[in-house]
T-cell receptor, first 115, second 111 residues
């Protein structure tokens, strides 16, 4: 089975540019999570979806961040405009209700650097 | 979710058992103990979870005390590839939403 797939793996951009991160969850999983990891704040949840519907976006830092899940096999996290403080590793994870929401499978992450 | 306390760092000799402790004295009766690890530059990886009974899988064993106030993750024969940060998380089984990652224990397996 392919795990959670994220692209790009690395992204370097300049302040003010739009950044789009992509995620393909494990086939059949009904929950999808977006996390961000920095040295200062550790791992923090940004938003999660159930059956393609956003359930909790309280972790989204501000209006510059938006996430969509147009179908069960694809999600995007967009930052527009990007700022240097958005530099972090962004992880996507998925889980299946039947195995408990605590069993989440993470992708390899996207390392974002905003100059 | 109940708060967990873990040592900041630990060392273990390659081939020996690594025993990683976690205190969760405020755990409630229906909360599970989950363990994840994060190898450098990778995403967190699920290891194991349990409620009351000890659990074992191909990666590790989880020992939960009878009063459920603490637990120990055991890697029976640690290898250099087990060097990682290990996170102990307490949560309800079917609680939707986030995993709350603390600081974890940085395990260094040494040759």
């Amino acid at each position: 089975d392919a795990g959670v797939i994220q692209s790009p793996r690395h992204e370097v951009t300049e302040m003010g540019q739009e950044v789009t991160l992509r995620c393909k969850p494990i086939s059949g999983h009904d929950y999808l999570f977006w996390y961000r990891q920095t040295m200062m704040r550790g791992l923090e949840l940004l938003i999660y979806f159930n059956n393609n519907v956003p359930i909790d976006d309280s972790g989204m830092p501000e209006d510059r961040f938006s996430a969509k899940m147009p179908n069960a096999s694809f999600s995007t996290l967009k930052i527009q405009p990007s700022e240097p403080r958005d530099s972090a590793v962004y992880f996507c994870a998925s889980s299946l209700r039947g195995t408990g929401y605590g069993t989440q499978y993470f992708g390899p992450g996207t390392r974002l650097l905003v100059l | 979710d109940a708060k967990t306390t873990q040592p900041t760092s630990m060392d273990c000799a390659e081939g020996r058992a690594a025993n990683l402790p976690c205190n969760h004295s405020t755990i409630s009766g229906n909360e599970y103990v989950y363990w994840y690890r994060q190898i450098h530059s990778q995403g967190p990886q699920y290891i194991i979870h349990g409620l009351k009974n000890n659990e074992t899988n191909e990666m590790a064993s989880l020992i939960i005390t009878e009063d459920r106030k603490s637990s120990t993750l055991i890697l029976p024969h640690a290898t250099l590839r087990d060097t990682a940060v290990y996170y102990c998380i307490v949560r309800l089984y079917n609680q939707g939403g986030k995993l709350i990652f603390g600081q974890g224990t940085e395990l260094s397996v040494k040759p």
